[in-house]
């Protein structure tokens, strides 16, 4: 039985109905490699569009948990900075039992998380839409608009990298190594939070990675296949 607001003990993982619909993927889901600063928890975001061909476009975005000293991870290094309801909401314990998997995702909240930081995405037909410089800035637009919308007193528009996607010097090319290959891809280095960079995979796909600027020198930048 389930209660308004309340999920039951043995309710299932949602990462469970995550890794099937990555089956749908028509590309392998690229990560960052293994690191120990990066610990992957299979929080996958899943988008995708259709029409009357079928899924004309899909996208898998990996979150990550940061350890900034890995090796010691009760450091108060390793913390976030919380507001109090976040710490709140971790600290207030109910009185009935939950699932793991909810506890585990609570208590992960005590860390930085590198929200949907590696994005692989996938376009059918090829179009400007589908260049790696057009996938980075719009993936960068998401993680500034759902994350750092409160540093931009103004707003942030969805088009706010059109120009800096089409183009140099804002949009420069950079060598992005891919499961050991160096390969070409583009950087979009222009905003004062993050920093974004990209390259082709082929067959439609592109991987993008969009990271805090105060986190990269705990971050190895070099992409591989997830699983």
Not at 104 to 109: H, S
Not at 172 to 189: P, Y
Not at 191 to 211: E, Y
Request: glycine share 8%.
């Amino acid at each position: 039985m389930r209660f308004d607001g309340v999920i039951p003990e043995d309710a299932p993982d949602p990462r469970l109905e995550q890794a099937r619909r990555l089956e749908l993927m028509p590309i392998p889901v690229m990560g960052l490699v293994p690191q120990p600063s990066l610990e992957d928890p299979d929080m996958v975001g899943i988008q995708y569009g259709q029409d009357s061909r079928g899924y004309n476009e899909m996208s898998a975005s990996i979150t990550y948990t940061l350890w900034r000293n890995p090796a010691d991870r009760s450091d108060p290094i390793n913390l976030a900075e919380l507001d109090e309801q976040t710490r709140r909401s971790i600290e207030d314990i109910p009185p009935w039992p939950r699932p793991v998997w909810l506890v585990e995702g609570v208590q992960r909240m005590r860390y930085p998380q590198l929200w949907e930081a590696v994005r692989t995405t996938w376009h059918r037909d090829p179009s400007e839409r589908s260049s790696p410089a057009r996938v980075l800035a719009e993936h960068m637009n998401h993680i500034l608009i759902n994350r750092y919308r409160r540093d931009w007193p103004g707003g942030i528009a969805w088009d706010r990298f059109a120009g800096d996607a089409r183009r140099p010097p804002t949009n420069r090319e950079v060598a992005v190594r891919i499961d050991g290959v160096e390969v070409q891809g583009v950087e979009i280095d222009t905003d004062p939070l993050v920093c974004g960079v990209g390259a082709s995979l082929g067959r439609g796909g592109v991987v993008t990675a969009v990271l805090p600027r105060d986190e990269l020198g705990y971050i190895r930048i070099e992409f591989a296949k997830r699983r």
